[in-house]
């Protein structure tokens, strides 16, 4: 048995038991993937696994079984920013479940990790102006994962709003966040990315969580 350092994106849990969780992380070592917690309590309290949360882990890799055990898991964020605003949790929540939906399990894609740490932070630190975050998010994980949402291969999913597509494409991140939208247009939007990313991941993906977004950003 080798034990492994790492950094973990909470995406998804699944309870196991009464005292166990399947946690379904990204992290730089493994990827999508998703790890054992045994003994829940107030050393590891429900807390630590909200979507999004990043987390410092020790993993037991273990060549008997393919779901290593996890332990030693302590935030490396607070997060405070998020986890004190409705609407930013809202957002993770609807982030957390297009990863833990699109990216499948044992999927490593390069730089994932990293992009996601990174936009996460971004949303923490933020203030205000946070509305579009979501669609931004979304254009960029297109491009993450190879495809290339611009022109003739996103305007089929575009509607009308290919022009406001080709704005946040080519907008900076500070310029996106700012591009006025009303909630219906917005939601209208993120519904065409997922319909866009469903399509070139060949996987169908229902998102609940985009009804909560859809209830707060009117």
Same mark, same amino acid.
């Given at each position: 048995?080798?034990?492994?350092?790492?950094?973990?994106? !909470?995406?998804?849990?699944?309870?196991?038991?009464?005292?166990?969780?399947? !946690?379904?992380?990204?992290?730089?070592?493994?990827?999508?993937?998703? %790890?054992?917690?045994?003994?829940?309590? +107030?050393?590891?309290?429900?807390?630590?696994?909200?979507?999004?949360?990043? /987390?410092?882990? =020790?993993?037991? &890799?273990?060549?008997?079984? =393919?779901?290593?055990?996890?332990?030693?898991?302590?935030? +490396?964020?607070?997060?405070?920013?998020? #986890? =004190?605003?409705? %609407? +930013?949790?809202?957002?993770?929540?609807?982030?957390?479940?297009?990863?833990? #939906?699109?990216?499948?399990?044992?999927?490593?894609?390069?730089?994932?990790?990293?992009?996601?740490?990174?936009?996460?932070? !971004?949303?923490?630190?933020?203030?205000?102006?946070?509305?579009?975050?979501?669609?931004?998010? /979304?254009? &960029?994980?297109?491009?993450? /994962?190879?495809?290339?949402?611009?022109?003739?291969?996103?305007?089929?999913?575009?509607?009308?709003?290919?022009?406001?597509?080709?704005?946040?494409? +080519?907008?900076?991140?500070?310029?996106?966040?700012?591009?006025?939208?009303?909630?219906?247009?917005?939601?209208?939007?993120? &519904?065409?990315?997922?319909?866009?990313?469903?399509?070139?991941?060949?996987?169908?993906?229902?998102?609940?969580?985009?009804?909560?977004?859809?209830? /707060?950003?009117?």
């Amino acid at each position: 048995m080798m034990t492994v350092n790492t950094d973990i994106i !909470i995406l998804h849990t699944t309870k196991v038991g009464e005292n166990s969780l399947v !946690i379904h992380t990204l992290s730089r070592e493994y990827g999508r993937r998703g %790890f054992l917690v045994r003994s829940l309590g +107030k050393r590891m309290p429900a807390s630590f696994f909200l979507p999004l949360n990043i /987390l410092e882990a =020790n993993v037991n &890799e273990n060549s008997r079984s =393919n779901l290593y055990p996890v332990r030693d898991l302590t935030p +490396k964020y607070p997060l405070t920013g998020i #986890r =004190n605003s409705i %609407f +930013k949790n809202a957002i993770t929540m609807f982030i957390s479940e297009v990863l833990y #939906r699109i990216i499948k399990d044992g999927t490593d894609e390069q730089g994932l990790f990293g992009w996601c740490e990174k936009e996460i932070l !971004i949303l923490d630190g933020m203030e205000s102006g946070f509305s579009n975050f979501h669609i931004r998010f /979304l254009l &960029e994980l297109c491009i993450i /994962l190879g495809f290339s949402p611009e022109g003739d291969d996103i305007a089929p999913f575009a509607g009308g709003r290919m022009d406001i597509m080709d704005r946040f494409l +080519k907008s900076s991140f500070e310029e996106a966040m700012l591009v006025p939208l009303s909630g219906q247009v917005r939601n209208e939007i993120a &519904e065409d990315l997922l319909k866009y990313i469903e399509f070139h991941t060949e996987s169908s993906v229902s998102i609940r969580s985009l009804q909560v977004l859809r209830e /707060l950003f009117r």
